[in-house]
């Protein structure tokens, strides 16, 4: 399957500053990366689907404006949390699926607002 | 709407086998995925099922009947190192992944 690398593993920041969350697919080209968030204790909620070189598309209730996804390669995909808030706090994840199987995950970014 | 069910926690002993359920009502179907997650950790592929049947790979097995709506992840000699969060995730006809929450499997010696 594809190896995905996601950066950074963790960072704090401050309450009112952005974050940015880099995914690169290593071994395969990826039109198309998911982004995930992880409540703790909860289940993955799909946040949005990164489209190579077009808009992404954002599912029911997340904010576009705060979640900005760039998708300028076909192998990198960037989040950027936005004037972030303690409750954006959240493990986030991206994924690549590789045909019609193969869903390959990032490592994952701990975010913790302060 | 769509809805994945399984159990929210389960408690084993180490080498022993426990069963992990997951029911499941989507909006089409291409298959059932089983993930492994430690905490802190990103999901891990575990199995596939798109076929009724059983597969099975080393000590892990997965069922799956689509008629039923219906799947179940089988972990035999359980390790210590199995305690983690098993996540039952279907695939859509849009092969979009629908998740359930999670079953977190606490090993104890």
């Known amino acids: 399957g594809a190896v995905v690398s996601q950066h950074p593993s963790w960072v704090i920041c401050k309450s009112g500053t952005s974050v940015k969350i880099e995914c690169r697919s290593l071994?395969?080209?990826?039109?198309?990366m998911f982004w995930y968030r992880q409540f703790p204790k909860q289940s993955l909620m799909l946040m949005a689907t990164s489209n190579e070189g077009s808009k992404a598309t954002y599912e029911q209730g997340v904010e576009k404006d705060k979640f900005l996804i760039n998708h300028a390669s076909l192998t990198l995909s960037t989040l950027t949390v936005t004037s972030a808030h303690p409750e954006d706090s959240s493990f986030y994840i991206c994924?690549?699926?590789?045909?019609?199987?193969?869903?390959?995950f990032g490592s994952g970014t701990r975010l913790t607002v302060v | 709407g769509q809805n994945i069910d399984q159990p929210t926690e389960m408690t084993a002993t180490e080498g022993a086998i426990v069963q992990i359920n997951c029911t499941y009502q989507?909006?089409?179907?291409?298959?059932l995925f089983w993930y492994q997650q430690h905490a802190g950790e990103a999901p891990t592929f575990l199995s596939y099922?798109?076929l009724d049947g059983l597969e099975e790979k080393g000590r892990f097995s997965s069922f799956l009947s689509r008629s039923k709506g219906y799947s179940y992840l089988l972990l035999k000699e359980l390790q210590m190192k199995d305690s983690a969060s098993y996540l039952c995730?279907?695939?859509?006809?849009?092969?979009?992944?629908?998740w359930g929450a999670g079953t977190k499997l606490i090993i104890k010696p």
């Open positions: 071994d395969f080209q990826a039109t198309t």
């Open positions: 994924s690549v699926r590789q045909g019609a199987l193969g869903y390959t």
């Open positions: 989507t909006s089409g179907f291409n298959g």
């Open positions: 099922n798109v």
């Open positions: 995730a279907v695939m859509d006809s849009n092969y979009q992944l629908i």
